[in-house]
């Protein structure tokens, strides 16, 4: 099965530093989504992504977040000043045939 | 706006006892519907989906029907096991298979010996 992959798993930064989260969706695929996950909450949509443009966005992303696609593979979630309650799991996502989604394993931002 | 409702949890069983888990979501346009599983610290795995109505989703022992006159999508299984212990999102998308899912707040289910 055609798998998403995160990096890292796990980060540990300091309150106003940049983070940078990794994603590899499945492959040829031009549609990726970001979701965001405060500890014991929801699943939140973040941002849409296709053909390296924003699609959609929510009331979350704000100015301090962003998106790209560096290499064509790669898609990355930027936020560039971070806050205590940036700290939650985010997660990638890729949809696949017949409406799924496939999620990667997600990345544990801690800000401290 | 578009919206998915959960029961709260966390819903407690014995094993071998018979699981529902309630959602509902809003009837604007023609979602497709899911069943999300999350282990304790994974990712979130399909469980199940159904993509129009009346369609049953099934995997694992689980079943979801997609039930469009009571806009509800409840998860069931005959016999939970203790391995079955997890949270269980309910989520759903519109027509389009690129579109944003909508998730409902998780439903942690745990499952005593």
């Known amino acids: 099965e055609p798998e998403v992959t995160q990096t890292p798993s796990h980060q540990v930064t300091q309150m106003g530093q940049e983070v940078i989260l990794r994603c590899v969706p499945i492959s040829n695929h031009l549609y990726f989504y970001w979701y965001r996950q405060i500890l014991g909450q929801k699943v939140e949509f973040l941002v849409s992504?296709?053909?390296?443009?924003?699609?959609?966005k929510s009331e979350i992303f704000d100015d301090q977040f962003s998106v790209e696609r560096p290499d064509g593979s790669n898609f990355t979630l930027k936020i560039r000043s971070t806050k205590l309650e940036d700290s939650a799991m985010y997660f990638c996502?890729?949809?696949?045939?017949?409406?799924?989604?496939?999620f990667g394993s997600g990345t544990r931002l801690t800000v401290v | 706006g578009d919206s998915v409702t959960q029961m709260e949890g966390p819903v407690t069983l014995s094993e071998e006892a018979f699981l529902t888990i309630n959602c509902t979501y809003t009837?604007?346009?023609?979602?497709?519907l899911f069943w999300y599983v999350q282990y304790p610290g994974e990712g979130l795995q399909l469980l199940l989906k159904a993509t129009k109505a009346d369609d049953k989703g099934s995997n694992k022992g689980f079943e979801a029907t997609y039930r469009k006159e009571t806009t509800s999508f409840h998860l069931e299984k005959g016999s939970v096991q203790v391995s079955d212990s997890a949270v269980y999102f309910c989520?759903?998308?519109?027509?389009?298979?690129?579109?944003?899912?909508?998730f409902g707040t998780g439903t942690r289910l745990q499952v005593f010996p």
């Open positions: 989520a759903r998308s519109t027509s389009y298979n690129t579109d944003k899912l909508i």
């Open positions: 992504f296709y053909n390296n443009e924003i699609s959609e």
């Open positions: 996502a890729s949809p696949t045939a017949n409406y799924g989604y496939t």
């Open positions: 009837a604007t346009g023609y979602p497709s």
